[in-house]
C-alpha cells in the first residue's frame, strides 16, 4: 500500500543515503510493528538457512546413498505411484492461502472488514490444509519404517532432516494458522477499526497488524519454496 | 591543532541545524529542526506493584533487572574462576576438585561470562537502559514484547543454574560443547546437564531476539527530532551494531543447539560419525562434527564482537566526556564499527585452523582476520588521539578507560599472533590463547563495564560513587588482571596445555607451577578485591554525594531528563530537539566546555561547531 | 503500534494479485516438471535454483510489497544475504572435502 507523503522524497539510492542520513527514521513511512516484523523474519531466515546449509553439507558428506525424494515421496493415485504429488498439493495450497493473504491486506487497508475477515480466514484454512497434508505425509513416512534415527531408504540422516526441517516449517504455520484465527475473529468485531486496546500488549489494534500478519504469512510461504526445491526436488 | 585554532581564526562558521531532506527556505531561521513523522508515543502505565516493579515494561527497569541477574550469575562465574584457579595452582588444598569437577567448572565459567554476564549485561542491561534515553525516545517501540524478553532471560539463567543440581551434574565439554564428547558418557554431564544447557541456550536466543528486535527497531525508528544515525553517541552505534550481530548470529547457535539435542535425546547423527563409546560400538554414524564446529563458531566469532563493539562504544563516550574533547575521528569511528560488525560474519573458522576442516580455508580465514583487525588498530589509534592534548579529568572513570586501552592492545596483538595459521598451530589450546582472550573480552570490556557504572550511577541513583574507593578498586582490579593474564602467555609460549585439570611432571610444565601459583593469588587477591566495588556501590545508594543532574557535564541526551533519576516516560510532556553531535566540548567561542544535543544554535551563536 | 501518522495509503488493483499468483503456479508447475522428465546433472541443479529464485523473487517483490517499498528497507534485508552466500560456499566445500577424507581413508586406507 502506497503512502503519497513518500512520494516526495527521492527514490533509488539517493533515496536511501536521504533516509539514512535524517532524523528521526530510516525506513519512511514504515509502522513500528512492520519494521520489527521485517527484522525478525530476517533472522528466522538465518535459522532455516543454516538448517539448509546442514542438510546440504551432511547429504554432501555421507558415504551411504541418500534415497530418492520423488520415489519416497510419491503418492498412489489409482494405482499408479505419482511422484511427488502430495508436494505439489501442497505447494498450490500454500501459494494459493499466501495469494488470498494479500489481498486479505488490501482489503483491510480499503476498510472492507468482510471481505478481509473472510479472506483472512481462507488463508487459516489453507494453512490448516497444508499442516493437515504434512502430518498425513508424516504418518504415511513413519508407517513406512522411517525415524529420525534410521529409515529403510538410505542414509539415517535423511529421516533426521526431513523430519527436523518440515517439523520447524510446520510449527512456523501452525502458529501463523492460530493468529490468523485470532486475526480474523478481531476483523469480524472490528477491533481494528474501533483501536480496541490488545489482551496482553494494551496496544491499540490497526489494520496495519494484517499486513505484520501477511508478511509472516510470505514467509512461510517462501521457506516451503527453498524447503521444496531443496529437499524434495534435489 | 594549527596556531590558527589557538588564537580563534578557523574559518568554520555557526551551521544553521537544517537536517539534509529539508527544501523549505528560510535561511534565517537557524534554529529549524523537521516537524515529527510520528504521533507520541502511546505508553503503557503499570499501576499495581507487579506491574511497575516485576511485570515492568519501562526499560529502565528492565535494564536494571537485566544488570542485576547478570552480574548475580557473573558472580557465580567469578567463584567458578577462584575454583578453577586453586585446583590449578594449589591441588593439595583442594582434593575434593576432581578431574569431573573441574572440567564442569571450566565450562560453566564460560558459559556464564560470555554469553549470560557480558552479552546480557551489555545488550540487556546498558542497551535496555541508554537506548531509549539517548536516542529521545520514551520507552522502546514495543515495551510488552521487551518485558517478557527479561523473563525468558532470566527463566534461561534458572535452567541453567538447574543443571548443576541434576544427576551427573552440568555439561563437562568446554563452553564450546563440541560433539561428538559432549554427549558421550567420556563427558562430564552428558546426561542430563548437557540437555539443560541446549534448553537454557535455545530460551537465551530467543529471549535476546525479541530484546535485540526492540533495541534496533527503536535506534531505526524511534528517534526524537534532530536525531540523525550520526548525531548518536558512540555508546548507541556499539550496542546497535552488536544488537544486529545478535540477531543474524544466534540463529547459528540455535540451530546447532537443536541439532544436538536431537541427536542426545531422539539418536539422530547430524554431528555423531560412527563411533565407540567404551568399546562399544555405537548407533549412530555419517555424521559430521566438523559440521557443529562451522556452526558454534558462526555464531561464536561475532558472538565476541557482541561483547566488545559495546564496549568500543561506551569507552568512546566515556574517554570524550572525561578528557572535555570531541572523540577523535568520529565518522571513521562509526564505520570502524560497522565494518568489525560486517566483517566479524566472515571470520569465524580461524577458531578452527587445527579442527582438520578443509585445508584450503585456512587461507581465506587468515586473511579476512588480519583484515579486520585495521579497523580495529584505527579505532585504537583515535581513542589515543582524543586523550592527546585533552583537557583530562583523572577520574576513576578515565582510569578504568586507560586501562581498557592498555589491555586491549595487548590482546589485540595476542590476537594477531593467533590469526596466522601457522603462528596458531603451536599456540592452539594452550594458554596463550586463555590469555589473548581473557585480556580482550574479559578484562578489557570488564574495564568498560566497571567505569560505565562509575559514570552513569549518579543518573541511575541521583548519587556519585566515592572516588577514592573507586580508584583503590580501579588500581587492584587493574594491576591485578595484568598479574594474572600476562604471565600466562609465557605459560602458552612453553606449551602448557588449556583444559587440563592437573599440571603433571614434565620438565617444562614443572618450571611452570610457581607462576601457576603467582596467578592463582594475583586472581583470588583481585576477587576478593571486587567486594570494595559491591562495598561502594551499597554505601553510595545511600550515603553517597547527591550528584544533581548531569555531574559530568556531558552532552548527550540522557543527561537531560527532566528528572534525576528519570522517571517514566523520560521526558516529561515535551520531548527533547536534537540540533548537534554529542561530542560538542571545549568548542572555541562557547561559553562553557561543553554544549549539550539538545542547545539550539541560537544560544551559541559566538560558538565555531562543526558541522554535524 | 500505530505510530505512523494516519497516511493516505492507496492499494493495489486485485489484477495484480492474480497475475502472480498465476505465475506462481506456472512457475511450481516447472518445478514440479523438471523432477517428471528428470533431468539429472548440471541441468537439474540450475532449473531448479533458477525457478526457486524466480518464485522467491515474486513473493518477497509483490506479495510482502518489497517492490513498492523504499530502498533503504530492500537493501537492509538483502545484505546480510551476503554472510549466508559464504557460508553456503563454504559449506559445500567442506562437504566435499569431508566426503573426500573418508572415501580415501576407508577404502584406500591411511
Given at each position: 500500500m502506497s503512502d503519497h507523503t513518500l512520494d516526495k522524497l527521492p527514490g533509488g539510492f539517493k533515496g536511501m543515503a536521504t533516509d539514512m542520513g535524517?532524523?528521526?527514521?530510516?525506513?519512511?513511512?514504515?509502522n513500528w510493528g512492520k519494521a520489527m516484523m521485517w527484522i525478525f523474519l530476517l533472522s528466522d531466515t538465518f535459522i532455516f538457512s543454516c538448517f539448509l546449509i546442514s542438510y546440504m553439507k551432511v547429504r554432501a558428506s555421507v558415504v551411504d546413498e541418500w534415497p530418492y525424494p520423488s520415489e519416497v515421496f510419491a503418492l498412489n493415485f489409482m494405482g499408479v505411484p505419482v511422484p511427488l504429488l502430495l508436494i505439489a498439493i501442497m505447494t498450490f495450497v500454500l501459494i494459493t492461502s499466501s495469494g488470498t493473504m494479500a489481498l486479505a491486506v488490501k482489503y483491510g487497508y480499503e476498510r472492507n472488514r468482510k471481505m478481509c475477515g473472510w479472506l483472512i480466514l481462507a488463508t487459516a484454512l489453507g494453512g490448516l490444509t497444508f499442516v493437515g497434508m504434512q502430518a498425513f505425509e508424516w504418518s504415511k513416512l513413519i508407517h513406512e519404517g522411517v525415524r529420525p534415527w534410521t529409515n529403510p531408504f538410505g542414509a539415517p540422516q535423511f529421516g533426521s532432516f526431513f523430519f527436523m526441517i518440515t517439523g520447524f516449517h510446520g510449527t512456523h504455520v501452525s502458529i501463523g494458522v492460530i493468529f490468523l484465527f485470532i486475526f480474523a475473529r478481531k476483523t469480524f468485531r472490528g477491533d481494528f477499526d474501533a483501536g480496541k486496546r490488545g489482551f496482553f500488549t494494551s496496544m491499540k489494534s490497526d489494520y496495519v497488524a494484517i499486513e505484520i500478519m501477511g508478511l509472516y504469512w510470505h514467509f512461510v510461504d517462501l521457506v516451503w519454496v527453498f524447503i521444496f526445491a531443496f529437499f524434495y526436488l534435489w | 591543532m594549527s596556531d590558527d585554532f589557538y588564537k580563534n581564526k578557523t574559518s568554520i562558521e555557526a551551521q544553521p541545524?537544517?537536517?539534509?531532506?529539508d527544501s523549505s527556505g528560510s535561511v534565517s531561521d537557524i534554529d529549524y529542526v523537521k516537524p515529527a513523522e510520528v504521533s507520541d508515543q502511546d505508553l503503557y502505565h503499570g499501576h499495581s506493584f507487579i506491574t511497575k516493579w516485576i511485570f515492568c515494561q519501562d526499560a529502565k527497569v528492565i535494564g536494571i533487572q537485566y544488570t542485576l541477574t547478570a552480574v548475580f550469575t557473573g558472580i557465580i562465574g567469578l567463584i567458578l574462576s577462584w575454583l578453577m584457579r586453586l585446583q590449578l595452582g594449589f591441588p593439595e588444598l583442594v582434593p575434593f576438585i576432581t578431574a569431573e569437577h573441574y572440567y564442569q567448572f571450566v565450562t560453566m565459567h564460560g558459559m556464564i561470562m560470555v554469553v549470560y554476564f557480558l552479552t546480557a549485561l551489555f545488550l540487556g542491561g546498558f542497551g535496555n537502559y541508554l537506548i531509549p534515553l539517548m536516542t529521545g525516545a520514551r520507552d522502546m517501540v514495543f515495551p510488552y514484547v521487551n518485558m517478557v524478553s527479561y523473563w525468558m532471560f532470566f527463566v534461561a539463567v534458572l535452567v541453567l543454574m538447574a543443571s548443576f543440581f541434576v544427576p551427573g551434574g552440568p555439561t563437562g565439554s568446554g563452553w564450546t560443547l563440541y560433539p561428538p564428547q559432549a554427549i558421550?558418557?567420556?563427558?562430564?554431564?552428558?546426561?542430563?546437564g548437557i540437555i539443560l544447557m541446549l534448553v537454557s541456550l535455545a530460551l537465551f536466543v530467543v529471549g535476546f531476539t525479541m530484546g535485540g528486535l526492540n533495541y534496533v527497531i527503536t535506534i531505526l525508528q524511534a528517534r526524537t527530532r534532530g536525531m540523525t544515525l550520526m548525531r548518536m553517541p558512540l555508546t548507541v552505534w556499539g550496542i546497535f551494531t552488536a544488537t544486529v550481530l545478535a540477531l543474524l548470529a544466534f540463529p547459528a547457535l540455535f540451530v546447532s543447539v537443536i541439532m544436538m539435542s536431537l541427536d542426545r535425546i531422539l539418536g539422530t547423527s547430524f554431528f555423531m560419525p560412527t563411533i565407540l563409546q567404551a568399546g562399544e560400538i555405537l548407533e549412530y554414524g555419517g555424521g559430521s562434527p566438523v559440521l557443529f564446529q562451522h556452526l558454534f563458531w558462526f555464531f561464536g566469532h561475532p558472538e565476541v564482537y557482541i561483547v566488545a563493539l559495546p564496549a568500543f562504544g561506551i569507552v568512546s563516550d566515556l574517554i570524550s566526556v572525561h578528557s572535555r574533547k570531541n572523540i577523535f575521528g568520529y565518522r571513521m569511528m562509526v564505520w570502524a564499527i560497522v565494518a568489525i560488525g560486517a566483517l566479524s560474519f566472515f571470520v569465524w573458522a580461524h577458531h578452527m585452523y587445527v579442527s582438520g576442516m578443509n585445508p584450503w580455508f585456512g587461507f581465506f580465514f587468515a586473511t579476512t582476520t588480519l583484515i579486520i583487525a585495521v579497523p580495529t588498530a584505527l579505532k585504537v589509534y583515535n581513542w589515543v588521539l582524543t586523550l592527546w592534548r585533552g583537557n583530562i579529568r583523572m577520574t576513576t572513570v578515565m582510569l578504568f578507560c586507560l586501562g581498557f586501552i592498555v589491555t586491549f592492545v595487548n590482546g589485540g596483538i595476542t590476537g594477531i599472533f593467533l590469526g596466522n595459521v601457522i603462528v596458531d598451530i603451536p599456540l592452539s589450546d594452550t594458554y596463550f590463547v586463555v590469555a589473548h582472550f581473557h585480556m580482550v573480552m574479559g578484562i578489557a570490556p570488564l574495564m568498560v563495564i566497571f567505569g560505565a557504572i562509575y559514570h552513569w550511577f549518579p543518573l541511575v541513583t541521583g548519587r556519585l560513587l566515592d572516588e577514592k574507593l573507586g580508584k583503590w578498586h580501579f588500581w587492584f582490579s587493574f594491576l591485578g588482571a595484568y598479574s594474572i593474564y600476562f604471565p600466562m602467555h609465557y605459560l602458552g609460549f612453553i606449551g602448557v596445555p588449556r583444559r587440563y585439570f592437573e599440571m603433571y611432571d614434565s620438565p617444562y610444565i614443572t618450571s611452570a607451577v610457581g607462576l601457576n601459583q603467582s596467578i592463582t593469588i594475583a586472581a583470588l587477591i583481585v576477587g576478593l578485591s571486587q567486594f570494595i566495588f559491591i562495598f561502594n556501590i551499597v554505601k553510595s545508594l545511600r550515603?553517597?554525594?547527591?550528584?544533581?543532574?548531569n555531574p559530568w557535564k556531558a552532552n548527550s541526551l540522557e543527561w537531560q531528563t527532566p528528572n534525576v533519576p528519570p522517571a517514566h516516560g523520560n521526558w516529561g510532556d515535551k520531548l527533547p530537539v536534537v540540533y548537534r553531535w554529542p561530542y560538542d566540548f571545549n568548542v572555541p567561542g562557547a561559553k562553557e566546555d561543553y554544549i549539550p544535543?539538545?542547545?539550539?544554535p541560537s544560544e551559541v551563536l559566538e560558538a565555531k561547531v562543526e558541522k554535524t | 503500534m500505530s505510530e505512523t501518522q494516519k497516511a493516505q495509503t492507496t492499494t493495489h488493483k486485485i489484477g495484480i494479485y492474480l497475475w502472480i499468483w498465476g505465475l506462481l503456479f506456472v512457475l511450481s508447475f516447472c518445478s514440479y516438471m523438471v523432477d517428471w522428465f528428470q533431468f539429472q546433472g548440471l541441468v537439474r541443479w540450475t532449473l531448479i535454483v533458477t525457478f526457486m529464485l524466480l518464485k522467491a523473487g515474486l513473493i518477497m517483490a509483490f506479495f510482502m510489497h518489497l517492490f513498492w517499498e523504499r530502498y533503504a528497507l530492500v537493501n537492509v534485508l538483502l545484505w546480510p544475504m551476503t554472510a549466508i552466500a559464504c557460508f553456503i560456499t563454504l559449506m559445500a566445500a567442506e562437504g566435499k572435502y569431508t566426503v573426500f577424507t573418508r572415501l580415501f581413508y576407508f577404502f584406500v586406507g591411511g
Open positions: 535524517s532524523d528521526q527514521t530510516v525506513f519512511k513511512g514504515v | 541545524s537544517r537536517t539534509i531532506s558421550l558418557e567420556g563427558t562430564p554431564g552428558s546426561g542430563a550515603m553517597g554525594k547527591p550528584a544533581g543532574k544535543q539538545t542547545t539550539p | -
